[in-house]
């Protein structure tokens, strides 16, 4: 049986490896990208992401026009201002610690990540292929790398991409020392259809800005929104099945308020009980703890609709992963996965896709691949430490832990 070769294989099929692989089409660069699961419904994707300077430049340089076009005109709008509030809802003194950097300020406007997915899939049918999981890679003396998959096929190619997530198997290979930590938060998230909040009467403020909670004793609850454009997303096609059939929190075309809050290990329950909890027992659990917050936040909190209800354990990689530069490299939260306290952990992957993808064109012109490899890890782990270390750092200030 012939073996096919592409230039780049990708490992995975989330923003980063499919940005990269618009970019390596638009650059007229051969590739291929293996998802397992095509159709991701695992809980984060019922959020919004909102894409930082750094990522939307990569998206800009990757995308073909048109497909940047339907990005920008079907994202979702955000609140642009923030205040900060204790659990009465009286105002308490912003934190002036800055964990970020000018070129990573917020844009005032979000994305659906399954409106993001559906967008950079376009035009790459003939690229990605799914339903097939990787085993493994072997390098060859002639410096390709062979790669397999669990239904016994194989792909041979120059350059191996895991952009396979933060429990990457290419990962696990390349560097087999590398380890997840459990930072010890417990992240509760939730959300509200705008229609519903507006019928009960909640409070506008908790859509019209981005409400940071700053309780005076225990741990604080981010409140924001996403408003979801229904015409433009007519207008570029993209229509969802009606929400009975996606689930609420998998419905793309409703707006809706949303918040989430953290506890470290064991403080709201042990993790043996929150892991046998359904969405209205974590509401419940919730509302038990904090209920000598002000009414108005506890009226929000009982509107949320529990079949969006999860809990999360965050973890984190340790910072400052490495290896030596060859025809395996890593992108993503295959790389350097963070906490989510900064919103930072798409934005880096689709930032590496853009240096990968640009590395990647210098070799069409003559620069020997391992170089271009090189330079490439040398400026992903450059900023994707600073985002680890960084997120941890936000993690530990907001749960009122030691930094």
Known sequence: MTIPFVDVLIIGGGPGGLSLAQGLKKRRIGVRVVERDLERRDYVQGFRLRVRERGIQALRSNLPSALFTALEETAGRAPADSIALDEHLRPVPSSTRDYGEKEDAHIDRSVSRITLTRILRSGLEDILQSGIAFTHYETGENGHVLAHF?????????LLVGADGARSRVRQQLVPDAKSIDTGARRLAGKIPLHRAQHLGLLPLFWEKNVNIRPHDGASMMITSHVVDTASRRRHGLTDPPAAESGLHLDDTTSYIWWNTAYTRDSLAPDSRLET???????????????????????LIRATEPTTVGLLKVFSSEPGLSWSAGPVTLLGDAAHAMTYFRALGCNSALYDSGLLAAELARVKEGTPLRQAVGEYEGAMRTHGEHAVRSSLDALRHSLGLAT
Do not use: F, K
């Open 277 to 299: 909890l359904d969405g209205q027992q974590l509401l419940c659990l919730l509302l038990s703890r904090i209920a000598t917050w002000d009414q108005r936040l506890l009226e």
């Open 150 to 158: 669990a239904d016994g096929s194989a792909i041979r190619t120059h």
